[in-house]
């Protein structure tokens, strides 16, 4: 039985709290969209992000909901590719693709070595290609998809965290150490790196969600990080849910948000991101939601600050 104080929380316990998975089709991605993002080089640029069906990821972390739409099991050779094209012909055209696959792209279970020729054939006409991996999962395959690929590569590793204490409990088999050897490998070999860091993990007060995000963002870029991205954590997954009933979690408030945003953009060491996916649940004010939304696209997009939003809610 776990007593919420982190110490019970393993993989079994993690899964005991899941509910059903959303139905997905193994063919089809679950997602495909194309949104403006600032690129390295300074420019405004289109971004296609497609959100592949794969199987589900070998490791069970405490705050990840991105189980919802994988499959039970591995998906058939062919079938990945399959669905960068079937995106691909769907969207409009793009600078730039990311290819998340809600786990590793370098785990073997999920995309199989076989499909990384064809993929990488199917992406030739973009600038850079981002996909995504749990750390330990860096390894001289990279490299081979590297020297497949016509555009940049870049890995999107989730840090989330540099406080050890809390990431211990995140169940994530990573460690600060994993997580740098890892971002060494690749920048030793050209390939560069984007960190997710997650705001106010359970465990944390708003003020101590704040003070470990702002950390992680220094720790990253101090060790080559090339930007961040910045993930305001949400309930839903079961784990969390019971966290939050427990009084050991709660969401972060959108102006804690803007906050690290803008202490990543004033360091100037890189780009940094707030993620605005469903940002309404990180606000209980409906009078100043959409101009603090839109206060961090802009920052997003411009990487200076833009004017502060005031409201009777501050
Ligand atoms: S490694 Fe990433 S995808 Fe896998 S469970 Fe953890 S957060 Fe989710
Ligand atoms: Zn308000």
């Not at 702002?214 to 080559?224: D, P, Q, T, V």
């Not at 993930?231 to 050991?248: C, H, T, W, Y």
């Not at 945003?261 to 100043?288: K, P, Q, T």
Request: glycine residues 6%; hydrophobic residues 40%; aromatic residues 8%.
């Amino acid at each position: 039985m776990n007593d919420f104080s982190g110490t019970g929380i393993d993989d079994r316990w993690i899964l005991s709290t899941r509910g059903n998975k959303n139905a997905v089709d193994p063919l089809r991605p679950y997602a495909w969209l194309v949104e403006k993002e600032r690129a390295a080089s300074g420019k405004i640029e289109d971004t296609a992000i497609i959100f592949l069906t794969n199987r589900e990821c070998q490791f069970h972390c405490l705050m990840c909901d991105l189980w919802k739409n994988t499959t039970h099991g591995s998906v058939p050779v062919g079938a990945i590719p399959d669905q960068v094209e079937w995106a691909l012909s769907q969207l409009p055209p793009a600078t730039h693709v990311k290819l998340y696959n809600s786990g590793s792209f370098f785990d073997e279970r999920a995309i199989p070595f076989a499909d990384y020729q064809r993929i990488a054939s199917l992406v030739s006409n973009f600038e850079t290609v981002v996909v995504e991996s749990h750390p330990r999962l860096i390894t001289e395959k990279c490299l081979h998809f590297r020297d497949m690929l016509k555009p940049r590569l870049q890995v999107a590793l989730g840090l989330e965290t540099v406080h050890t204490g809390v990431l211990r409990k995140l169940n994530k088999r990573m460690t600060l150490e994993d997580f740098t050897n890892s971002v060494n490998f690749l920048t030793r070999h050209e390939i560069s790196t984007r960190a997710f860091i997650l705001l106010r993990l359970p465990f944390l007060s708003e003020s101590e969600g704040i003070y470990w995000a702002e950390r992680s963002i220094e720790f990253a870029f101090r060790i080559g990080v090339e930007c961040c991205t910045v993930i305001p954590v949400r309930s839903g997954n079961g784990a969390m849910d019971l966290l939050q009933e427990n009084g050991l979690f709660s969401p972060p408030d959108i102006r804690s948000l803007e906050k690290v945003l803008e202490f990543g953009i004033n360091l100037h060491a890189g780009r940094v991101f707030a993620d605005v996916w469903d940002i309404g649940l990180f606000s209980s004010c409906d009078h100043c939601i959409e101009q603090r939304k839109n206060r961090i696209i802009e920052m997003n997009l411009n990487q200076r600050m833009a004017p502060s939003v005031t409201c009777g809610c501050d």
